[in-house]
């Protein structure tokens, strides 16, 4: 009995996990035997309850992972919504920039330059300039025109009435300026800049210049290498027209015009090349005095070319000039054209820090209303039929120098000669001009000069003398400027 016992004792051990060791080997009773069995069945209920926390684990952990399952699900559903989303906004977006595209360039906003003023509700700025001078010219010896701005031309000759009255004071505010200056941007040509510029040098003469009206100086529109207007002549090279003068009207002996014109400016390698037409006016006279009649005809534009370089030690430009004169008196068989040129060389030279030399010369069988207070006369007519232009030639050469960086001074020589057609004197009186102007310009504040001149004049004729008046005659004159620029 006792050996049953164990036995069976043994295989419940195994059974539930229970170390035989921990069996008594010899159980002399029932109740030791009930006990051990009721440790074993407390036991298995152990385990059978933790069983089943592992399978309520397992269970949460089953739950758990199909929430997560569902909300991959709908984040990969709203991965979808959202790239379709997209996809639509980027279709639209390309629709709208292709449509862009096809459509007007919009306008940029510029961007403001110093000194000019944005106009609001556009891409246009503007800026207003020009300045306020005071001119004070003592005719010291003889006289050198009618005004305060030099007229070589007008020189009395020696022996005569003119000569002899020194001294005329003159007084004048006229050569106040004002300009306005607009800057448009346009995305289709680039920037367009339009000027309108005028002065109070017109024709009126009383004491106080108080009838004096605008002149029309500069009224033209530039972009894309086009400028469209009223302004300086291609035939002009402003670099070494002459240096800074307190005379409004300067040395003889350079080109000098304004006028309306269509010019093209291309930039080339070297430098840039100007083409334009510009207006012809014709400028003729006659040798026939008893008929004053002008019957010029402008027939064609005066068409010019320009080459303009500035390399580093200086500047360099020459020009070219082509006119078709005509006279026609509306009378059969009355009517005379020719095709007269010219040309013009500038050439500066910088030498010691600020200071530069600058030589222009101008020349040709047409260039008569372009040079300078030249006389003024490209040919001449004879009888109605025949056309004969006028040889001129001319040149100018400056200096300008700088004491400090406040005072200045410019000194310039000019010279005109004038042929004489067909060899009659009649036609071409004045034989030559020569000027010198030499001034001191002082700037004490920022957009101040203060200055004072000197001014000679020279003109000789091929007038015949006579006992009491000479073919030639000589004029100088002192002036004192005061001026301010805004």
């Known amino acids: 009995m006792k050996r049953n016992t164990a036995k069976l004792l043994s295989a419940l051990a195994i059974g539930v996990g229970t170390s035989v060791a921990a069996i008594p080997a010899h159980a002399d009773d029932m109740s030791d035997l009930k006990a051990l069995i009721g440790e074993l069945k407390a036991q298995v209920n152990e385990q059978k309850a933790q069983v089943r926390d592992l399978k309520a684990q397992i269970n949460s952990l089953n739950a758990q992972v199909s929430d997560q399952k569902k909300q991959v699900s709908d984040q990969g559903a709203q991965v979808q919504s959202q790239t379709a989303t997209i996809q639509k906004v980027e279709a639209q977006q390309q629709a709208i920039e292709q449509k862009q595209a096809s459509a007007a360039p919009v306008e940029a906003k510029p961007e403001t330059k110093e000194g000019y003023i944005a106009v609001p509700g556009t891409n246009t700025q503007i800026k207003i300039g020009g300045y306020v001078k005071l001119d004070m010219v003592d005719d010291v010896s003889s006289k050198i025109g009618k005004d305060t701005a030099t007229d070589f031309t007008a020189i009395p000759?020696?022996?005569?009435?003119?000569?002899?009255?020194?001294?005329?004071?003159?007084?004048?505010?006229?050569?106040?300026?004002?300009?306005?200056?607009?800057?448009?941007?346009?995305?289709?040509?680039?920037?367009?800049?339009?000027?309108?510029?005028?002065?109070?040098?017109?024709s009126g003469s009383a004491a106080n210049g108080s009838n004096s009206v605008v002149r029309l100086r500069h009224a033209y529109v530039s972009a894309a290498g086009f400028t469209a207007g009223q302004t300086w002549s291609t035939f002009m090279d402003l670099d070494t027209a002459g240096p800074e003068t307190l005379d409004f009207n300067g040395p003889v002996g350079y080109a000098f015009v304004r006028q309306p014109q269509l010019r093209y400016t291309a930039a080339l390698p070297t430098g840039s090349l100007d083409v334009a037409v510009e207006s012809p006016k014709g400028d003729l006279s006659r040798n026939d005095t008893k008929n004053t009649v002008d019957n010029h005809l402008d027939k064609a534009p005066d068409v010019i070319a320009r080459y303009t370089v500035d390399p580093s030690?200086?500047?360099?430009?020459?020009a070219g000039l082509g006119r078709y004169l005509s006279n026609d008196s509306g009378v059969s068989g009355q009517h005379a054209s020719k095709f007269v040129y010219g040309v013009m060389a500038g050439l500066g030279i910088k030498t010691f820090g600020k200071d530069v030399l600058a030589f222009q010369t101008v020349g040709g069988d047409g260039v008569g209303r372009y040079m300078n207070q030249g006389e003024g006369i490209s040919a001449i007519i004879i009888d109605e039929r025949y056309l004969k232009p006028i040889n001129i030639w001319g040149g100018t050469a400056s200096y300008t120098h700088f004491w400090t960086e406040t005072l200045r001074s410019n000194v310039a020589y000019g010279y005109d000669h004038f042929g004489t057609p067909a060899g009659d004197p009649s036609s071409a009186p004045i034989k030559s001009l020569s000027s010198i102007h030499a001034n001191l310009i002082w700037s004490p504040w920022d957009a101040t000069d203060v200055g004072i001149e000197y001014i000679y004049g020279h003109i000789d004729t091929t007038a015949q003398s006579t006992s009491t008046t000479g073919t030639s005659g000589s004029a100088s004159r002192v002036q004192g400027s005061v001026k301010y620029t805004f």
């Open 157 to 202: 000759l020696s022996g005569t009435a003119e000569s002899h009255r020194n001294g005329q004071l003159n007084f004048t505010a006229k050569e106040t300026r004002l300009g306005l200056t607009a800057l448009t941007q346009s995305n289709a040509i680039g920037d367009i800049k339009t000027v309108v510029e005028g002065d109070f040098y017109s």
């Open 313 to 318: 030690w200086g500047h360099f430009a020459i």
